[in-house]
T-cell receptor, first 112, second 111 residues
Framework: ETGVTQSPTHLIKTRGQQVTLRCSSQ?????VSWYQQALGQGPQFIFQ???????GRGNFPPRFSGLQFPNYSSELNVNALELDDSALYLC???????????FGPGTRLLVL | GENVEQHPSTLSVQEGDSAVIKCTYS??????FPWYKQELGKRPQLIID?????GEKKDQRIAVTLNKTAKHFSLHITETQPEDSAVYFC??????????FGGGTRLMVKP
């Protein structure tokens, strides 16, 4: 198993609410990427943070936002939740922008 | 942006046979191609990766080949075992290490 952890493991929210998901990187890793994985599909890139700065963003609306802290842990925030936001949210840490990514166990979000 | 297509979507093999999964990508600037295995309810786990300066990489029963000219890469698993049953994802990077994933291949190894 990797040293990447995520919390919470599961979450149920209602449409319109806001949610914060957390990720703790593997020791020594300074880069975190977030992905959304809908049921039966491959992960889709949301954004990447490198040394506390956003380093790239996928095709997700601005209501998806993030933070990376000085200890390289990270948060994903989603505002105004929609039913289609129901998915497994994965974070992956790496030792640099072009290094191998190691995934956490994910947070399964259900929006009702 | 990058587009990655993966085939087949499902693959059933007999234990001991070989399995091959193929992916194509669109961004000629991509230079990093990892493969992940995801068991039901678990995280994607890296099984092998290849960078564009090599054409083939092998790790025990697993090998990956890359054809940059044709923009395709393949995963080869030999002597398959029931514990190889899982969903396999290929990916390609763009603009650094932002990964675009294929749609996945469900591999079933029948004992």
């Amino acid at each position: 198993e990797t040293g990447v952890t995520q919390s919470p493991t599961h979450l149920i929210k209602t449409r319109g609410q806001q949610v914060t998901l957390r990720c703790s990187s593997q020791s020594g890793h300074n880069t975190v990427s977030w992905y959304q994985q809908a049921l039966g599909q491959g992960p889709q890139f949301i954004f990447q943070y490198y040394r506390e700065e956003e380093n790239g963003r996928g095709n997700f609306p601005p209501r998806f936002s993030g933070l990376q802290f000085p200890n390289y842990s990270s948060e994903l925030n989603v505002n105004a939740l929609e039913l289609d936001d129901s998915a497994l949210y994965l974070c992956a840490s790496s030792g640099g922008v072009e290094e191998t990514q190691y995934f956490g166990p994910g947070t399964r979000l259900l929006v009702l | 942006g990058e587009n990655v297509e993966q085939h087949p979507s499902t693959l059933s093999v007999q234990e001991g046979d070989s399995a091959v999964i193929k992916c194509t990508y669109s961004d000629s600037a991509s230079n990093y191609f990892p493969w992940y295995k995801q068991e039901l309810g678990k995280r994607p786990q890296l099984i092998i990766d290849i960078r564009s300066n090599v054409g083939e990489k092998k790790d025990q029963r697993i090998a990956v080949t890359l054809n940059k000219t044709a923009k395709h890469f393949s995963l080869h698993i030999t002597e398959t075992q029931p514990e190889d049953s899982a969903v396999y994802f290929c990916a390609a990077n763009h603009a650094g290490n932002m990964l675009t994933f294929g749609g996945g291949t469900r591999l079933m190894v029948k004992p």
